[in-house]
């Protein structure tokens, strides 16, 4: 049998400092991602014995089916692995926690018949994970934020942006992404800029307004330590800074 190639959704993971805990640690740390993100696809009734599950060592790769909406990969699937995240966090040891940068992406990949994939989106998605943008997000907050994700601009453009219900483009925050030779526009979503519909207010509804495509921020106006306080969530050019109490 000859290789085929197909128009596919992919979502990368990956455990932030994973590094250094040790292999005890690192087995223990990966079983719960595997376990939330499984949980998370079936509370999103999706079926995690349709995707192709590719194992990167401190993370995964996830194919979805070819059938598969683009935004069935975010809402409620991102939320719902946050929320499993973060419960594990709040009873495990400082060693076990964990904070995940996920990836999400797609285009044409090549299938072989022994069952691996390949191809150029996989190299995009890989840039996307290491991203500078996606790795401060991912410590945002006074102690990291469970999950940060970033979208490619091409898989925004068809997901969030033809309005499928369940994602709100105003969740989003426009980041400019390079790593080595790939640089490109992308979205990132984390925890103080859920995914989900807005609530419409009465200024919003007949508004008849159309708003500007936000530009896209530095790391630094994303994430940043500002005196004792910690950019926590930027939303249309405000900062929201969370003080702490320490001295």
């Known amino acids: ?48 014995r ?11 790769q996830l194919v979805a089916p070819a059938a598969l909406s683009k935004a069935r990969l975010l809402f409620p699937l991102l939320p719902e ?3 499993r995240i973060r419960e594990h966090n709040r009873h495990a040891a400082a060693d076990l926690r964990l904070r995940v940068r996920a990836a999400v992406h797609a285009g044409e990949i090549r299938l072989d018949p022994d069952g691996t994939v390949s191809g150029a989106p996989f ?34 453009e068809e997901a969030v942006g033809h309005g499928y219900e369940g994602l709100e483009a105003d969740a ?3 980041a400019n992404v390079r790593v080595k030779e790939y640089a490109a ?24 307004e159309q708003l500007a495509e936000p530009e896209p921020r530095a790391v630094e106006q994303l994430v940043q330590a500002a ?17 702490n109490d320490r001295g």
Not at 50 to 60: K, L, P
Not at 185 to 208: E, H, K, N, Q, T
């Open 123 to 156: 190299e995009a998605l890989a840039r996307l994970l290491d991203s500078a943008p996606l790795r401060h997000a991912t410590l945002a907050g006074t102690t990291g934020t469970p999950v940060a994700a970033i979208l490619s601009h091409h898989f925004y």
């Open 81 to 83: 692995l946050c929320s």
């Open 185 to 208: 526009r992308a979205w990132l979503w984390y925890p103080g800029s859920p995914v989900g519909p807005r609530i419409s207010s009465d200024r919003d509804a007949g508004a008849g």
């Open 227 to 243: 005196g004792r306080g910690t950019v926590f969530a930027v939303h249309r050019g405000d900062q929201y800074i969370r003080h």
């Open 50 to 60: 349709d995707f192709a599950y590719v194992d990167t060592g401190d993370g995964c």
């Open 1 to 48: 049998m000859n290789p085929r190639y197909e128009y596919r959704a992919l979502l990368a993971c990956d455990i932030a400092g994973s590094a250094g805990r040790g292999e005890r640690r690192l087995q223990e740390i990966r079983r719960v991602l595997r376990s939330a993100l499984s949980d998370a696809l079936g509370i999103a009734d999706l079926n995690a």
């Open 172 to 174: 989003f925050t426009a």
